[in-house]
């Protein structure tokens, strides 16, 4: 037991595995070697996964809903997956003159993205919206930023204030940015209204996971979209998670082209990857044979273990691959909403991206977030912290059945339990 230096307040990181410094705290802050693994337990151990299954330190075996955020779209250790990087990384991990992975998955994203020529590749997510907003900026000469309210797009100063002021951010950076309820096309007409040439960037995750999991609606896009290039301000669609769930991404669905597109996660196959694509006349801001152009970077930016797994995993993740995945998804949310009924809980989501939430509600308070992956866990089911249902292509109706069935259980006892007295 330690005393938080900021708060005062006790925190307990009783863990016997975890290393301590000399001090007797933990060598990572917390117990961790980032934030959002943290569900209000003392954590467990991944040791080993194959396909679906994860194993812990206690030799437990679950089932990865998980997938490292949704990234593992074909399941642990996949076979061709893991001998493309391998041979990666018995040719030399990373060099400091161009590899040709990189070209490789360049070409598989721009034949799923018509309408987009070309790609940078970033090392996360985080670092392709930090480069897009970059990119926009210095094409419109502007510094303002249009968000969903809630919305996620990483960690970067700008991204973290889609829920408001946050430590550590300075506080004139919210000069700069607006934030708009999502669907809410009033809200945005009014920001370019009221500021008609301030915007650089409008950013829209399609299907923004911590504002609810609720797709945008087409109408809202395509308003996005007009009003954007009215105003000369650049649409980037954050496809970071998005892109999994359909063929051409999600822009697919909606028919729309943005001018710059984020993504990560999927693309480099398990490997740290992120990537800015866009159309030419914007992307050449970041050619280096033109004098002048943006300075953009990063030692392991598009290294060739993750270009080289991420561009197999894409060859694995055909249209029929999505389309069943998908599925099992929409029977998923379909068998566990009749079982949840009763319970004033629902699974919303898209596709393959599944989430429990009290009826109607956007948000679920962190207490019973973190119940609802604590019971989930008892059941053998391992989900993000957010609780987000990730499916992935090695799995198939029988696991998706048996994944579905442990999910409205686990929903149920924290429904039954309201006071978490357990
Ligand atoms: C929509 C979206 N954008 C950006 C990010 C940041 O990506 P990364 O975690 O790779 O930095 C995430 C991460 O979950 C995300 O969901």
Redesign the pocket.
Same mark, same amino acid.
């Given at each position: 037991m330690t005393a938080h230096p900021l708060t005062n307040t006790s925190v307990t990181v009783d863990d016997p595995h975890i290393r301590r410094n000399r001090n007797g705290h933990p060598i990572l802050p917390g117990g961790y070697g980032r934030s959002?693994y943290h569900v209000g337990t003392t954590p467990r151990y991944a040791v080993r996964g194959e396909g679906w299954r994860l194993w812990d330190d206690t030799g437990r075996e679950l089932i990865d809903a998980n997938g490292n955020? %949704?990234?593992l779209i074909h399941g642990n250790a996949h076979p061709k997956i893991t001998e493309a990087a391998e041979r990666a990384i018995r040719q030399g991990a990373s060099w400091g003159i161009p590899n040709l992975p990189e070209w490789d998955l360049a070409d598989a994203m721009i034949a799923r993205l018509p309408g987009l020529d070309q790609v940078r590749f970033t090392?996360?997510?985080? *670092?392709?919206?930090m480069s897009a907003v970059r990119l926009a900026r210095a094409v419109t000469g502007r510094d303002g930023v249009i968000m969903t309210k809630d919305?996620?797009?990483?960690?970067s100063d700008l @991204?973290l204030l889609t829920s408001g002021p946050s430590r550590g951010v300075p506080a004139s950076l919210a000069d700069d940015t607006a934030l708009v309820p999502v669907n809410d096309i009033h809200a945005l007409r009014t920001v370019f209204d009221r500021h008609p040439s301030k915007f650089a960037a409008l950013i829209l995750?399609l299907l923004?996971?911590?504002a609810g999991l609720i797709r945008l609606t087409p109408e809202f896009v395509t308003e996005a979209r007009a009003l954007a290039s009215e105003h000369g301000t650049l649409l980037i669609i954050? *496809?970071?998670?998005?892109l999994r769930l359909a063929p051409n991404g999600f822009i697919g669905e909606y028919n729309i082209v943005p001018d710059l597109l %984020?993504a990560?996660?999927v693309i480099g196959g398990g490997f @740290?990857?992120?990537a800015l694509v866009g159309r030419e006349e914007y992307m050449e801001e970041l050619n280096c044979w033109v004098p002048g152009s943006l300075a953009h970077s990063g030692t392991f930016s598009g290294n060739p273990v993750s270009t080289a797994a991420g561009a197999v995993a894409l060859q694995l993740l055909t249209p029929e691959e999505i389309a069943r995945i998908n599925a099992l998804g929409d029977d998923a949310r379909a068998s566990a909403n009749a079982a949840l009924e009763p319970s004033g809980w629902e699974v919303r989501g898209y596709g393959s991206l599944l989430r429990p939430f009290p009826v109607g509600a956007r948000k679920v308070d962190t207490e019973r977030q973190n119940r609802l992956w604590q019971a989930s866990y008892e059941r053998g089911i391992v989900l993000s912290s957010a609780n987000l249902v990730a499916l992935s292509t090695p799995m198939d109706a029988e696991v998706v059945t048996d994944l579905t069935e442990r999910l409205v259980d686990a929903v149920q006892s924290v429904v039954n339990d309201p006071e978490g007295r357990r």
């Amino acid at each position: 037991m330690t005393a938080h230096p900021l708060t005062n307040t006790s925190v307990t990181v009783d863990d016997p595995h975890i290393r301590r410094n000399r001090n007797g705290h933990p060598i990572l802050p917390g117990g961790y070697g980032r934030s959002a693994y943290h569900v209000g337990t003392t954590p467990r151990y991944a040791v080993r996964g194959e396909g679906w299954r994860l194993w812990d330190d206690t030799g437990r075996e679950l089932i990865d809903a998980n997938g490292n955020f %949704t990234t593992l779209i074909h399941g642990n250790a996949h076979p061709k997956i893991t001998e493309a990087a391998e041979r990666a990384i018995r040719q030399g991990a990373s060099w400091g003159i161009p590899n040709l992975p990189e070209w490789d998955l360049a070409d598989a994203m721009i034949a799923r993205l018509p309408g987009l020529d070309q790609v940078r590749f970033t090392n996360s997510g985080t *670092e392709a919206v930090m480069s897009a907003v970059r990119l926009a900026r210095a094409v419109t000469g502007r510094d303002g930023v249009i968000m969903t309210k809630d919305g996620y797009h990483g960690t970067s100063d700008l @991204a973290l204030l889609t829920s408001g002021p946050s430590r550590g951010v300075p506080a004139s950076l919210a000069d700069d940015t607006a934030l708009v309820p999502v669907n809410d096309i009033h809200a945005l007409r009014t920001v370019f209204d009221r500021h008609p040439s301030k915007f650089a960037a409008l950013i829209l995750d399609l299907l923004p996971n911590k504002a609810g999991l609720i797709r945008l609606t087409p109408e809202f896009v395509t308003e996005a979209r007009a009003l954007a290039s009215e105003h000369g301000t650049l649409l980037i669609i954050d *496809e970071v998670i998005s892109l999994r769930l359909a063929p051409n991404g999600f822009i697919g669905e909606y028919n729309i082209v943005p001018d710059l597109l %984020t993504a990560g996660k999927v693309i480099g196959g398990g490997f @740290a990857i992120g990537a800015l694509v866009g159309r030419e006349e914007y992307m050449e801001e970041l050619n280096c044979w033109v004098p002048g152009s943006l300075a953009h970077s990063g030692t392991f930016s598009g290294n060739p273990v993750s270009t080289a797994a991420g561009a197999v995993a894409l060859q694995l993740l055909t249209p029929e691959e999505i389309a069943r995945i998908n599925a099992l998804g929409d029977d998923a949310r379909a068998s566990a909403n009749a079982a949840l009924e009763p319970s004033g809980w629902e699974v919303r989501g898209y596709g393959s991206l599944l989430r429990p939430f009290p009826v109607g509600a956007r948000k679920v308070d962190t207490e019973r977030q973190n119940r609802l992956w604590q019971a989930s866990y008892e059941r053998g089911i391992v989900l993000s912290s957010a609780n987000l249902v990730a499916l992935s292509t090695p799995m198939d109706a029988e696991v998706v059945t048996d994944l579905t069935e442990r999910l409205v259980d686990a929903v149920q006892s924290v429904v039954n339990d309201p006071e978490g007295r357990r």
